[in-house]
């Protein structure tokens, strides 16, 4: 029997909550379901927002090895956070925040916080149920502010991870206490044996019922194949995993992210979502934009080739905004960006010449610490010096600082003090509130600061406004003490920081296309809204292949 005191407080609850869980391997793309499900309900009248609860003790991703997670998404309140959070706003458009990610350590954090401050009574911490009740709490975060018709919370790793134990169990519980407000969409795997010629369902009927062990029915299967699923093997998941016909999805490899929510559509995600949820289905999604957008990233017009510079190109996903930015302004043109990712570290005096030749744009990416940074300035100076469409994005626009300074304003040790605390020449220098810093989390300059565009400028043109908002993350700066001598020689600063002064962008004046920013665009671009900075990037590139 239900205690009457939890019937009490969760009866009226009016946010629907959709888990999803991941099965059998990761990276299955869970991160894409959540946002293309969102979209769909988005698309249909629902107000919808997705939170990424990430199993891992660090705090947040911010001090994590792009290696070891990918890119660390920044939101407008300074939140380092999951790269998922950059899926789930550029596909819905609406900013995230904080309470979007939730971490392992953040839960632990808190509820040891709770501990010290006497909080529990002198009772005993215990997993169940005081970080479970934590985690439920943040679930909630969303829902209780009463902007969501439904919040679909994403759960990182797979089941039968240790990490993820008191998420699923936590799942347990709000399934139990909200009863008709919560569903659970189980993402698996249903592999192609090519020696055997089919599909196989065991891999799936063994990660519904590692769930069912953890008390969890999932009442939708989204199964990933490379190959149709027919309607016996429908049939077959159906019958083994305890969920009917219809909420046996076929999740196919698709061409491009960006196709993900049609083909969901195509399978009825949505509608199943909400005759689950109690919810009506009656209005049609409205997608015109997104069938619009896909028709123009499938059939450009024109091609352009940008190189992306940096250090952790063997891991794409470390710099996927950017990538991600380039698609949304290539259609803006109308046209492919073909990306050729370059390590900084092989770039030399010696080939840059035979790396960078025949390019249409340079991008020099974001980045910490001194490995390829050489390579970095060698790139830059290449793209002054021939003329080539260049963006520098934080590391890259100080990059970019640094090589004027050394090669055109003649000081030859010229460097940031990250690198080079004695050098004589220190054009970018640590940031006055950061020198008191010792803990490295959370603690550098982030999220979203105001800037003040120089009227006439490219980046004012390319805003078309002189007041804009960037999200920032980094702890060195802009030195002012150069700033006259830089403007002479022809860098001109074309961004401030209206409260501070602190330099944002910078532009050469007798060059095509060539600007270096502060902040990190790449956060704020959207299928819907395409970043104005990277159109214009691309603008140019195709405007130089063309010249």
């Not at 679909?152 to 519980?173: C, F, K, N, W």
């Not at 309607?231 to 995993?241: D, N, Q």
């Not at 952790?312 to 930015?325: G, P, Q, R, T, W």
């Not at 006259?484 to 002064?501: D, L, R």
Request: aromatic share 8%; hydrophobic share 35%.
């Amino acid at each position: 029997m239900r205690p009457v005191v939890t019937f009490q407080i969760y009866m009226s609850n009016s946010t629907k909550y959709v888990f999803v869980t991941g099965g059998v391997t990761s990276s299955l793309g869970k991160g894409i379901i959540a946002a293309s499900l969102a979209k769909l309900l988005q698309a249909r009248g629902y107000s919808t927002t997705i939170q990424k609860l990430d199993p891992y003790i660090n705090i947040d991703p911010g001090t994590l090895n792009p290696y070891e997670h990918g890119e660390c998404f920044v939101t407008d309140d300074g939140a380092e956070t999951d790269l998922d959070l950059g899926h789930y706003e550029r596909f819905l458009n609406v900013p995230t925040s904080q309470a979007n990610n939730v971490t392992t350590g953040r839960i632990y954090q808190a509820v040891i916080e709770k501990e010290r401050r006497g909080e529990f009574l002198g009772k005993t911490v215990q997993v169940i149920p005081h970080i479970t009740d934590e985690i439920k709490d943040r679930i909630q975060i969303l829902g209780k502010k009463g902007t969501y018709d439904i919040v679909i919370t994403e759960i990182g790793g797979t089941v039968g991870d240790i990490e993820s134990l008191p998420y699923v169990e936590a799942v347990r519980q709000m399934l139990w206490e909200f009863e008709n407000d919560c569903i659970v969409i189980h993402l698996t795997l249903v592999p192609y044996l090519a020696a055997a010629g089919e599909l196989k369902t065991k891999p799936t009927q063994h990660s519904v019922k590692q769930l069912l062990e953890l008390g969890v029915q999932p009442d939708i299967l989204c199964c990933r194949t490379e190959h149709e699923l027919d309607l016996t093997l429908r049939k077959k998941i159906a019958k083994f995993c305890n969920v009917s016909m219809n909420a046996v999805i076929e999740a196919r490899d698709a061409d491009s992210i960006y196709d993900v929510p049609l083909l969901m559509q195509t399978e009825e995600l949505d509608k199943v979502v909400l005759e689950k949820l109690g919810l009506s289905s009656k209005s049609t999604p409205k997608l015109d934009n997104w069938k619009s957008f896909l028709d123009r990233l499938k059939n450009p017009k024109s091609e352009v080739n940008i190189a992306l510079i940096g250090k952790y190109v063997e891991l794409k996903d470390s710099y996927k905004s950017i990538s991600e930015a380039f698609i949304h302004a290539g259609v803006s043109n109308e046209t492919r960006v073909n990306v050729k990712w370059i390590h900084s570290e092989k770039l030399t005096k010696s080939n840059i010449e035979d790396e960078l030749r025949g390019l249409d744009g340079i991008l020099v990416a974001p980045g910490f610490g001194s490995r390829g940074i050489s390579g970095k300035i060698e790139a830059v100076r290449y793209a002054r010096e021939k003329k080539i469409p260049f963006f520098g994005i934080c590391l890259g626009m100080q990059c970019a600082v640094i090589e004027f300074a050394r090669h055109v304003l003649g000081h030859s040790d010229a460097h940031t003090t990250e690198i080079a605390e004695d050098s004589n020449y220190p054009v970018i220098s640590m940031m006055e509130e950061q020198k008191s810093i010792s803990n490295m989390g959370g603690t550098m300059r982030l999220g979203a600061y105001k800037c003040q565009l120089k009227p006439g400028s490219k980046v004012a043109t390319a805003y078309n406004t002189d007041r804009i908002s960037e999200r920032h993350r980094h702890r060195y700066e802009f030195n002012n003490e150069y700033l006259k001598e830089f403007e002479k020689a022809g860098m001109i600063p074309t961004g401030k920081n209206p409260e501070t002064g602190l330099v944002e962008v910078v532009e050469i004046e007798d060059h095509p296309w060539f600007v270096g920013v502060q902040f990190h665009p790449e956060y704020k671009s959207t299928v819907a809204n395409p970043h104005p900075l990277f159109v214009a990037f691309v603008k140019a590139a195709l405007d130089n292949k063309t010249k």
